[in-house]
C-alpha cells in the first residue's frame, strides 16, 4: 500500500505547493470561512494549515488517510455535477505517504483527535481540546523519497508556487479570509468579506487594487465579471491574468487571450494585464475531468464565452479617458 501511495503522491504532490493546494482545498470543501497557512523553508521543513471548518470525527481520521477515500462522492452521478474542490480521495493518503503528518480536529469545538502519520503509518492517536476545525501539520516533506527531492527547485521558486496557489484559491473565494505566513512574514492576506476588489487588494496590494477598473458582462447561460488594470499598468507576463470558474482557478488559453483582445491596441506589444475574471455558469457543461491536477478546463463554449469577456473589457474601456 505504501509504495502506490508514493506513486500516486509522485502524481498529485509534486512539491510543496501540491501539498498546500489539496489541504487548502480541503478546508474549503470544509465550509471553513477562516484559513492560517504558516510555511517555513518554502514548505519543504514545514506546512500547515488551519481551518475553522467542520472538522474530522475521531472515527473518520484513520479512513481519511486511506487511499481513494473520500466523503464528497455520493453516487456516479456525482461525478458530473461536482461542486466540492475534492474528488478523488487520494491527496491526504499521497501527502502522508512522503512526509510526517498531523492531524488536529474536532467537528464540535470541544473534544479534538490528534493523529501522526509517518510514511502513511499511523504512529500515535490521542483526544485532545480545540476550537471546531482541523489543523494539518505537514513536516519534512520528500523525507522517504531522496528522488523526489532532486526535482524542487531554489526555494525561491517553491515559496513562489505556494504563493500562487493560494492567490488563486483567495480569488475564488472572496467569501473566506486566507492568510499565508512565510517564516513569520505575511504574504497574502485577504478579508474575506465576500468582495472580490478587496481580496484581489490582500493578493496584489490596495494600490494595484484600487486602480483596476470593474466590468460586468453577463447573458442567461454565463454570468460574467472581474477586475482588470488599466493598460498603463501591466506585467511582463501572463501570470497576473487569473480566470475564476465557479470558484476554481482554471488555465484557459482561449480566455486568457480574450482579455487581452480587450485590450485591442491599448496594449503595447509583449505586455500583458493583471486580470481577475470571474466566470458563473452551469457545471454541468464543465468538462473538469481533463487532468489529475484539475487545472486545464474545457469549456463546451469557450468562444462565446470569450467574445463576452473581450467585449465587457473593451466596452468598459471605451468608456474610459485614457
Ligand atoms: P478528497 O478531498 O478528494 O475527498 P482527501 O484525501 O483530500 O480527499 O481528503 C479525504 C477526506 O478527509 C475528505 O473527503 C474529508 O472528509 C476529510 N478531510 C480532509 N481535510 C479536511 C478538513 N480540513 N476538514 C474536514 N474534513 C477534512
Ligand atoms: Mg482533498
Known amino acids: 500500500v505504501e509504495l502506490s501511495n508514493q506513486i500516486a503522491a509522485g502524481e498529485v504532490i509534486e512539491r510543496p505547493a501540491s501539498v498546500v493546494k489539496e489541504l487548502v482545498e480541503n478546508s474549503i470543501d470544509a465550509q471553513a470561512t477562516q484559513v492560517l497557512i504558516t510555511v517555513k523553508q518554502a514548505g519543504l521543513k514545514f506546512i500547515e494549515v488551519n481551518d475553522n471548518g467542520k472538522g474530522i470525527s475521531a472515527d473518520d481520521v484513520e479512513v481519511a488517510f486511506l487511499p481513494h477515500t473520500t466523503s464528497k462522492i455520493a453516487d456516479d452521478h456525482d461525478l458530473f455535477n461536482i461542486k466540492t474542490l ?12 512522503v512526509s510526517k503528518l498531523t492531524v488536529l480536529s474536532s467537528t464540535d469545538g470541544k473534544s ?32 522517504n523519497t531522496p528522488a523526489r527531492l532532486k526535482y524542487v527547485k531554489s526555494l525561491h521558486t517553491e515559496l513562489n508556487k505556494i ?8 480569488m475564488g473565494h472572496p467569501e473566506i479570509s486566507f492568510r499565508l505566513i512565510h517564516e513569520g ?33 453577463s447573458d442567461p447561460d454565463y454570468e460574467i465579471r472581474g477586475f482588470f488594470s488599466k493598460p498603463d499598468t501591466t506585467r511582463s507576463n501572463r501570470n497576473y491574468v487569473s480566470i475564476i470558474l465557479n470558484g476554481r482557478y482554471i488555465k ?49 463554449n469557450e468562444g462565446h464565452i470569450g467574445d463576452l469577456i473581450s467585449e465587457g473589457i473593451k466596452n468598459r474601456l471605451s468608456g474610459q479617458n485614457l
Do not use: C
Open 86 to 97: 475534492g474528488f478523488r480521495g487520494e491527496a491526504l493518503a499521497s501527502i502522508a505517504s
Open 112 to 143: 479534538a483527535i490528534k493523529a501522526k502519520f509517518s510514511g502513511n503509518e499511523l504512529i500515535k492517536k490521542e483526544t485532545f481540546a480545540r476550537s471546531k476545525g482541523t489543523t494539518m501539520t505537514v513536516e519534512d516533506l520528500f523525507f
Open 252 to 300: 484557459n488559453f482561449q480566455l486568457t487571450t480574450a482579455i487581452i483582445r480587450g485590450y485591442g491596441s491599448k496594449l503595447m506589444v509583449a505586455r500583458f494585464p493583471i486580470a481577475v475574471i470571474d466566470i458563473k455558469m452551469d457545471p454541468s457543461l464543465v468538462d473538469i475531468n481533463v487532468h489529475p491536477t484539475k487545472q486545464e478546463v474545457r469549456l463546451s
Open 185 to 217: 512574514k505575511d504574504l497574502v492576506w485577504t478579508s474575506g468579506n465576500n468582495n472580490l476588489q478587496q481580496t484581489i487588494a490582500g493578493i496584489y496590494g490596495r494600490m494595484v487594487a484600487s486602480h483596476m477598473l470593474e466590468f460586468e458582462n
Open 163 to 170: 504563493v500562487d496557489i493560494v492567490d488563486r484559491l483567495a
